[in-house]
């Protein structure tokens, strides 16, 4: 992918984002998700090539007739815009409308004492971001790398109550000083966390079999864990009702150690893209990249 195709930047301008964090702080976050109803068709409508790219992934990846497609790509897209309302909910101190399922916390506290670093692998399915914000531990810090080019507001936002949660941002920046960042938290013993579904345009990657196509998934998350023998952990979180949420946290096993070192990094890589397929097909409306993802 080229990252002329998708930037990852969070919609809108800097007064339509603080507009929000003013409306939510008023008004219960429902409110929004009934603007959603008349903005999405809009959306779907100017923005073709995103709402193309999710059309063709309902037709050709879950294999739905037209009209069944078309409808799931509405779907698609109102659920995206309530996960980002979701967001600026608890921009504006809203956290507490929201409820988590976590019947993997077991996992998740099991690397957390666990004295080595660990890697969270993440991916643009559902509301992962959310989950930094609801979940506190002080005992192991979370070091989440981010896009740079992020809209000011939203990394403000963001940074006020993630630093408070044990979360530290590290963003990627094209002189590679996040890998210095990343180096430190593993040698210290600290949570990583990295989307493993976007490389960028990144020739450091992997072609996999994922929904009846193949695509490249970037292995830099499991160059790491190698290198530093960090156990990896997929986690997703998934929206499942109106102001509550599941989250899955999933272990990623350690290859042979006597394959070669590039194949152990492609069989931990292809192992993450089969349990994003599986949460995938679990929650098919809430897949988020919102480009041509698959190779023709």
């Not at 702080?25 to 709402?51: C, K």
């Not at 992934?57 to 497609?69: D, I, N």
């Not at 660990?118 to 070091?143: D, F, M, V, W």
């Amino acid at each position: 992918m080229k990252r002329k195709e998708w930037e990852g930047v969070t919609g809108g301008h800097t007064f339509g984002q603080k507009a929000l964090k003013i409306l939510f702080s008023l008004f219960n976050v429902r409110v929004g998700y009934a603007i959603l109803i008349f903005v999405v068709p809009f959306y779907m409508l100017f923005a073709h090539r995103r709402y193309l790219a999710i059309y063709l992934y309902f037709r050709e990846q879950q294999g739905y007739m037209p009209l069944k497609s078309f409808w799931k790509t509405f779907v698609n897209h109102f659920i995206f815009g309530q996960v980002m309302m979701d967001r600026f909910a608890v921009y504006a101190g809203k956290q507490h409308i929201f409820k988590v399922d976590n019947p993997d916390n077991d996992l998740f506290l099991a690397m957390v004492d666990d004295p080595r670093g660990c890697i969270l692998a993440g991916s643009h399915i559902g509301n992962p971001e959310l989950c930094g914000y609801l979940l506190t531990q002080q005992k192991k810090r979370i070091n989440s790398l981010i896009y740079s080019g992020e809209a000011a507001e939203v990394q403000k936002n963001r940074s006020k109550i993630l630093e408070t949660n044990n979360v530290r941002l590290i963003p990627v920046t094209d002189d590679m000083s996040h890998i210095f960042f990343i180096n430190e938290a593993l040698t210290n013993g600290e949570f990583v966390s990295m989307p493993c579904d976007r490389n960028y345009g990144s020739e450091k990657c992997v072609e996999c079999d994922f929904l009846r196509g193949k695509a490249d998934f970037p292995i830099g998350a499991f160059v790491l864990a190698i290198q530093y023998r960090a156990p990896v952990i997929a986690l997703f979180v998934l929206k499942t009702a109106a102001t509550r949420y599941r989250i899955h946290v999933i272990s990623i096993p350690f290859p042979p150690t006597e394959l070669p070192k590039r194949e152990q990094i492609n069989e931990m890589t292809r192992s993450f893209v089969r349990e994003l397929e599986r949460i995938t097909n679990l929650y098919p409306e809430q897949w988020f990249n919102f480009y041509k993802f698959w190779k023709k």
